[in-house]
């Protein structure tokens, strides 16, 4: 059964630690190959919504700091000469294959006002309706507090997909999927292919409900998967280091931990 025959409109999330390389700087060349297979994706037909970090990560590197500033001034300034950078790039790689971006940057009482989320929507139908690749980040650099900040890109991404009405989210992280233990210390860890219900179990492997310990940010991951499921949206986690692997599910195969969407028909 390929993931792919019925969506027509995927979310796709992509973190810090797969576009950029250890000193914080951009991995073109892992950027270049994920444009190229999201390209491909959209010339088959499937309409793509991009949620990419990197913002921070990019702006630290251009202005020299070593590291990411301590402030959450610093920081938003940082984010805000990056976000600049990242789009640069990808309005460049999507350029070469004949694509065109949009940026929409997201502060989360987006979801809560009305009028606000409604023209939201109708942006992201419109942008999509006119075969752009819209590509969406926090807007880091003016949220500061609960009401606008959506706490990280996991959870960013499935709203975007909830908001998108999206038929699909693809996690791209750092680990090839979901283990019944955290494969950094336990070289037995499973993956676990596919989650037919996050329940207590599922929760309490990746640490528990609400806590911040997790394996790899699992638990950022598992509220992501809770809040599109919940929409009748299933998600993928995958590892982004190879984005070439996305062709494997395209062709109808599986990679990762698939969470299944019990209102959905997949
Ligand atoms: N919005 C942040 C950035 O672009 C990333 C947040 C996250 O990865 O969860 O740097």
């Known amino acids: 059964m390929s993931y792919f ?3 027509r409109r995927i979310v796709v999330k992509v973190g810090t630690s797969t576009l950029t390389h250890s000193t914080g700087h951009l991995n073109l060349r892992r950027i270049e190959k994920l444009v190229k297979v999201l390209s491909d994706m959209k010339n088959s037909g499937i309409q793509v919504v991009l949620v990419s970090s990197g913002a921070v ?17 610093a920081k938003q300034a ?41 023209a939201a929507e109708n942006t992201f139908n419109r942008l999509l309706e006119m075969n752009c690749i819209p590509i969406v980040n926090e807007n880091d650099s003016v949220s500061t507090d609960e009401l606008t900040k959506f706490g990280g890109n996991d959870i960013l991404s499935a709203h975007v997909a909830t908001l998108c009405e999206a038929d699909l989210l ?61 929409a009748g949206i299933p998600m993928f986690i995958l590892n982004g280091q190879e984005p070439e692997i996305l062709y494997a599910l395209l062709d109808g195969g599986h990679i990762g931990t698939y969470f299944c969407a019990p209102k959905s028909k997949k």
Do not use: W
């Open 5 to 7: 025959r019925d969506s």
């Open 57 to 73: 990560s990019a702006g630290v590197a251009k202005i020299g700091f070593g590291t990411i500033p301590e402030t959450p001034e």
């Open 78 to 118: 940082m984010a805000a000469i990056g976000q600049s950078e990242l789009m640069k790039i990808y309005d460049k790689f999507f350029s070469d294959y004949g694509h065109t971006v949009a940026q929409i940057l997201m502060t989360k009482d987006v979801l809560t006002n009305p009028s606000r989320r409604s």
């Open 170 to 230: 693809l996690n791209l992280s750092d680990v090839d999927g979901f283990y019944d233990s955290d494969p950094r210390t336990n070289p037995d860890a499973r993956l676990i292919e596919r989650v037919e219900e996050i329940n207590d179990e599922i929760l309490a492997i990746a640490g528990g409900a609400g806590t911040a310990r997790g394996t790899g940010g699992m638990i950022a991951k598992l509220n992501a998967a809770m809040i599109v499921t919940a």
